[in-house]
């Protein structure tokens, strides 16, 4: 399949994993600082400043924002399109990227991602917070619709496996954030080390954790009522049967991409398997004792790195200007990635209009 | 046919009313349509709207406003009622587009081998030579069997007496075919009735006879050429038509940085390397089609796509350099290059065209110029025109002072009263609105024309300007066998 198919195909995935994990990063703070009666009057920033934290540039939030609170952070995370990783912006370039392979994609995928922009474009700050929860319902669902719609309408070829790999890399990082948004919460800035603790407003704060993942019943079922942080963690990270963990994201990207090149488990044919199988390796060998004595921050940041050089791999290996001169070599140092892909060429947008119509 | 068509004003007197005659009777072949359209009901009407609307917009039938920026996407309005062309009218419609168009492939054969119609000082050599679309490199270049303009579109209207003129030749990259299939299929899915008392020649096998003909012009003997369709882009206003018709055809839709060009050969990158690519039906313009020949900024481009195609490696439709045959001025010596070639007359009448480098021509043009559409010669899409008419004495002084400072580039034609057919231009109302024809050529080892084509409607009230960038929409067009 041509190259830039399988990068739209892998980016419109992408971005409609991202735009839904930012639904829930939002629907989870809300319900947290319900549970917790912080609403308000008294706003605690603490949690708004988390979550501008985890999903992206305190320093773009600054400049446009006065200070951090329940409608600036709404905004900024929906709305804004100075955010490129807002809902909107992230609907809008999944579109794009569908609209760029409209011919590769089954027409009910197009009407779905179509349906979910003009909802988005016709959503206002008022309504949201007027009823948070259903508007981030309605983006959770329709990014479920979308996902099942694909499933059932999209054949099992190449192109798939871009799509689900798109997903799962996407989905295993927001996963990796969302541990850290709980992590901003509790830690007040100077002790970055403290013990995990269990108090009850804790409790709360992982049960928000596991109901943004959609992860409470499923955790429930496999460890009863025994909500202390170390299980929370092992289901969130290393569980390989709940499909919003880390360990189950990372092997279904990898089963994807040994489809696509043919990799094995003894023998991988470049980089990014090479990359993804490690990874696979390390979690399923990993025992979440181990990560939490040695700091769950610095493993999530370095997860989070091998993500990224995963996805850089990706690229050069199926998307990058294939000639034999700058063929992937086996070096691993990649090409500067900068996570914001797909981005149709906008540049050239003056010159595809000049194209005289007769 | 009492509600819809009892208040409608034929205005025959003025116009030519395509189902109409003078004495207000319907024409008849029309007869059968408007009793079907007769039994309807307002709401019925209303309700089979509605069907056609939800069809465009589920399809993504859109087209791109220039200088629009929010909603540039609009759906490309669509008319009800079908525009019916007697197969015998048809008939002298097909033979006269096929010999204009086999004319106009030997005339480009000939400027870009022995230019013999220029030594016989028929057509003005420097109009050949100083047209910008004239592309000095490829004389001597022979496309595959000898076919410049696979795919063309010209431009039909009618005047006042219902006389078939050819008002323009668009021979580069002319769009709208999918709208042509598009609406067929939108009628028969609300009004399958109104199909059933008619012999309605098929169109349906246009992606098939595009795909055909792309891969006759094959350059070397490969038993399944590659052929892909090269789009500039999503953001390029004929967008969904060129993913439409890579789809009908089931061939892969390309961009500029899709294809690259080793040792003269082109190739498509994939997710498993590169792949040689033997046809490409470009929809990209020469000037931005090889950034190494033509304009070196282009970004839609394939750099060494023109080698490659000089080595007979790759085909390209349509040819390069088409377009110094569908200029404006050019245009008005069409009839002599049909004599010339084929010693035949034309079938097909030009509307009379002064051009504004010829002086005499162009003291007529500023002395009449409030009666005359004046049009630059390499401007389409309705851009870049002056309806006389329809002006104002300021636009009318800008015009005349562009005119003089450049004539070469400046035609004007009589203004014609396009032929008018009702139309809905609301629910509920039937107007008569100006038409004209587009019917699509292809050109490989012979020429097909698909019954019909795209009929475009000015949904304006009064308005001339059919083109879809101007508020113009369209009709489904059926030929009938009696």
Redesign the interface.
Known sequence: ????V?ESLFWMSRYFERAENTARFLDVNFNLLLDLNRISPVENPNYWIALILVTSHKDRFDELYPEYNARTVTDYLVFSRDNPNSITSCISLAR?NA??I??SIS?EM??QI?NLYHFLQGATPHAVHNDPSGFYREIKNASHLFQGITDNTFSRN?GWDFIQIGKYLERADNVARLIDVKYHMLLPETEEKKEITIESDDIIQWMAVLKSCSALEAFRKVYLSKLDPENILRFLILDRTFPRSINFSICAAEDALWR?SGSSRHRYVNNADRLIGKMEAALGYAAIEEIVSDGLRDYLEDLEKQLVRIGEQVHLT??A???PEIEPNGVEEALPFTGVGGG??I???A???????? | MKRFFNRYEAESERFFDEVFSMEGKPRPHYGKLLQRFGQFSQEEINARKEIINIFFR???ITF?V?GVDEGIERIFPFDLIPRILPAKEWQTIEKGLTQRITALNEFLFDIYHTQKILKDKVVPAELILGSKHFAREFVGVSPPLGVYIHVT?SDIIRDNDGNYFVLED?L????GVSYMLQNRQALKRAFPVVFEKYKVRPIENYPQELLRTLQEIIPNSKQEPNVVVLT????????FEH??L??QMGI????G??L?V?NNKVY????R??ERVDVIYR???DS?IDPLVFRPD???GVAGLINAYRKGNVALANAIGTGVA?DKVIYSFVPKIIRYYLGEEPILQNVPTWLASNPSDLKYILENIGTLVVKAAN???GYGMLIGPESTIAEQEQFAEMIVANPRNYIAQPTISLSRHPSFINESELHGCHIDLRPYVLYGRNITIVPGGLTRVALKRGSLVVNS?QGGGSKDTWVVDE
């Open positions: 399949m041509l190259s830039r399988a794009e609209r760029s409209i011919e027409s197009w009407e179509n190449e696509i199926y998307f200007y294939h000639t149709r060429a540049w050239s947008q010159q595809q209009h000049q194209q005289q119509q007769q | 589920n399809q993504g791109t220039y579109g668009n580069r990259t002319p769009s500039p882009g999503i953001y390029n206003s004929a967008y993913s439409f890579a789809r892969e839709l390309t961009e940085k899709d690259v080793n498509k990158r994939t997710t390397g590169l929809r990209v313009d931005f282009s970004m839609l569908d401007e389409s899409g960038s």
